[in-house]
């Protein structure tokens, strides 16, 4: 459960660096780096609503804007942990904790036309910068990277079109755990020590 927690505070610090648009509603790969290690996820949008997978896991993530949430989701355990989070992220292309941004110049990433800016934001006080792209068509940063080249995101194989609801509901029958419980075990109970 401790590497799930990692995991869910990387998800929870991406969404929120990123940024949620008003876009349409597409898929796509995702691919991170941040100090030298890269990491690759698929991601879901629709209407204020996020869906990320991480390959190698079973774990996915869902944010819903609309409920002000952000759900780990364990099928193997038919678990999942919630967080409510009144800071989800904003529309449009505004980062959290954003105070200056720059209009730089257009350019193609992925086969779209975007705008690409330079972004000043705070976070816990310090002062970083990062070049984002935002897709003319989508309504969307599909990159952006640290100007110190210590992160980035980029977004690519990107496919519009609807994306099903289900995609961004807890399925049934799911138990919701707290941060502190302990993981399901998997051994059943022992008779001899229940009496």
Do not use: C
Not at 46 to 69: C, F, S
Not at 116 to 122: A, D, G, I, Q, R
Not at 134 to 156: C, F, H, M
């Amino acid at each position: 459960m401790k590497g799930l927690r990692v995991l869910f505070s990387l998800l929870l610090s991406f969404f929120l660096t990123v940024g949620l648009a008003q876009a349409v509603d597409f898929s796509a790969d995702v691919f991170n780096a941040h100090q030298g290690q890269a990491t690759q996820a698929k991601i879901y949008v629709k209407a204020g609503k996020i869906r990320m997978e991480t390959p190698g896991t079973e774990e996915y993530t869902i944010l819903r804007t609309d409920k002000k949430v952000i759900w780990l989701v364990v099928p193997e355990e038919k678990t999942y942990l919630e967080v409510h989070s009144p800071q989800t992220p904003g529309t449009g292309e505004k980062i959290k904790g954003e105070v200056n941004r720059q209009y730089l110049t257009s350019e193609t990433v992925n086969g779209y036309a975007t705008k690409k800016y330079e972004v000043h934001y705070l976070d816990k006080d310090t002062l970083h910068k990062a070049h984002q792209w935002v897709a003319q068509d989508l309504n969307y940063p599909i990159k952006i990277s640290a100007l110190d080249g210590s992160w980035s995101t980029e977004y690519r194989n990107i496919r519009i079109g609807p994306q099903a609801d289900s995609l961004f509901e807890i399925p049934q029958g799911f138990d919701k755990i707290s941060r502190s419980d302990p993981p399901p075990s998997d051994s059943k109970p022992d008779p001899a020590k229940e009496k």
